[in-house]
């Protein structure tokens, strides 16, 4: 039983020291002569490490909804929650603020914040009409934030709406597509859907495709929450057009990825794009591979490799990281039960509770309500196990989250609102999606 299985050499190809790559499996031995499945997260984290850097500009699109179904407490709330939001940016931080019922308009074009005047005034005008340009606002907004894009620029459109598009295109497909051109030019797309009339599948989706996060807001008096949620405090830009792909040596029958950040399949590949690598903010992802049996005799050094690669901001220049991930075999009853890596371990129950949810979101969609409260109690129970060898406080703590949510759902009278697993249980955990595998 070969040792080194804190997965092997580390290669830097003139990389600057506050970026790291870490790469590893969910455990240090696998059964020999059994089919295996295994695990490799991957983590590049990008701190200041001590080195002074200059926090990165934001550059902001809010997209609000002002169709007729926010009259009343809706509309007022947004217009407190807005000007509440872009009170609390820096003044060299630029906002947009784009508009659309029937018609789009752009209330406030894209400009610092210490230079917009009136900002209430301005939010006071913000009356409900008509229908919904969705797809229209979307582009406008998008065309406002390519003004003031730059290398180190932090470029985000936040879209709050609280019911489907009703005028322009309006397929889900359609507004994936489009969130995918914005995340391919390093715009990232957050989707805050309001009540219980938008389409969270749709929202969703955008968010994931363009890298940015979906929160579902039961009330009008939580959006100003859900603003400041996604306008935290400004990190550094240390990179940008940053590729992390994990390539197996050896496959056996199948590649999955787990999460909600969907990659491009290859047949021994996964490649994951991420428009920039901010400080202190790491890029995670969850992949597995399954080894046959006649495969897991010999230890094997280099069972995958996982490299990425980025462009410098302050010099465009390319750099890259590299790990080599070995897995070693065993048949000792002992070497196996103590040799599961309670970080992957970590990883895991969430991926398991992520699965329960898209899993009970499916059975909801085939009105099966008994089906979705089992598979919630399923993902529970499997995240509990998992802990079992480790009684890890962060595990317990995430298996605690989804009690919680059990115990409000099994009330007399009490439903499971689909809107609430497709949030990841009000953004508890990232959004569930479906298992991306490739395909053979």
């Known amino acids: 039983m070969a040792g080194g299985w804190l997965l092997g050499a580390l290669t830097a190809l003139a990389q600057p020291p506050a970026v790291s790559l870490e790469a590893e499996t969910d455990r240090k031995y696998y059964r020999e002569h059994a089919r295996s499945e295994v695990h490799v997260e991957a983590r590049v984290t990008a701190a200041s490490g001590g080195i002074p850097v200059t926090p990165a500009v934001r550059n902001i699109a809010l997209v609000l909804d002002r169709s007729g179904s926010m009259a009343g407490e809706p509309i007022a709330e947004m217009r407190r929650a807005v000007a509440k939001a872009i009170g609390v940016l820096a003044d060299e931080d630029f906002v947009a603020v784009v508009l659309f019922g029937s018609e789009v308009e752009t209330l406030i074009e894209s400009q610092r914040r210490g230079q917009i005047r009136d900002l209430e005034a301005r939010l006071a005008q ?165 080894l046959e049996g006649f495969d897991a005799r010999h230890d094997l050094p280099d069972f995958a490799t996982v490299r990425v690669r980025w462009k410098a901001v302050e010099s465009e220049e390319e750099r890259e990281l590299t790990r080599v991930i070995p897995v070693n075999f065993s048949s000792d009853t002992i070497d196996l039960r103590e040799s599961l890596n309670v970080r992957s371990a970590r990883t895991g129950a969430v991926a398991l509770i992520r699965d329960g949810l898209q899993k009970a979101i499916e059975a909801l969609d085939k009105n099966d309500a008994r089906r979705a409260l089992r598979m919630l109690r399923t993902a529970r129970t499997e995240a509990r196990d998992l802990n079992y060898d480790f009684d890890d406080a962060q595990i317990n703590e995430t298996v605690r989250l989804l009690d919680g949510y059990l115990a409000e759902v099994q009330r007399p009278g009490a439903t499971i609102e689909r809107k609430v697993l497709r949030s990841g249980l009000l953004n508890l955990f990232d959004p569930p999606s479906t298992l991306v595998e490739a395909k053979r």
């Open 126 to 290: 913000l009356e409900p009409a008509g229908g919904a340009s969705l797809y229209d606002a979307l582009n406008q907004a998008a065309a406002q934030l390519r003004r003031h894009t730059g290398p180190a620029t932090i470029d985000h459109l936040i879209l709050l709406t609280d019911g489907p598009p009703t005028k322009g295109p309006r397929e889900s497909e359609d507004f994936t597509k489009l969130a995918e051109v914005f995340g391919r030019e390093g715009i990232v797309v957050s989707a805050l859907g309001l009540g219980a009339e938008f389409n969270e599948d749709m929202l969703s989706a955008m968010a994931r495709a363009a890298h940015g996060n979906f929160r579902y807001v039961a009330t009008p008096g939580k959006i100003a929450a859900a603003l400041e949620a996604e306008l935290k405090p400004r990190p550094a830009v240390l990179g940008r057009e940053v590729v992390l792909t994990v390539e197996f040596k050896r496959l056996s029958s199948a590649l999955r990825s787990y999460g909600w950040r969907a990659p491009t399949m290859g047949e021994t590949s996964m490649t994951f794009r991420f428009p920039r690598l901010l400080s202190d903010r790491p890029l995670a992802v969850l992949v597995s591979s399954e």
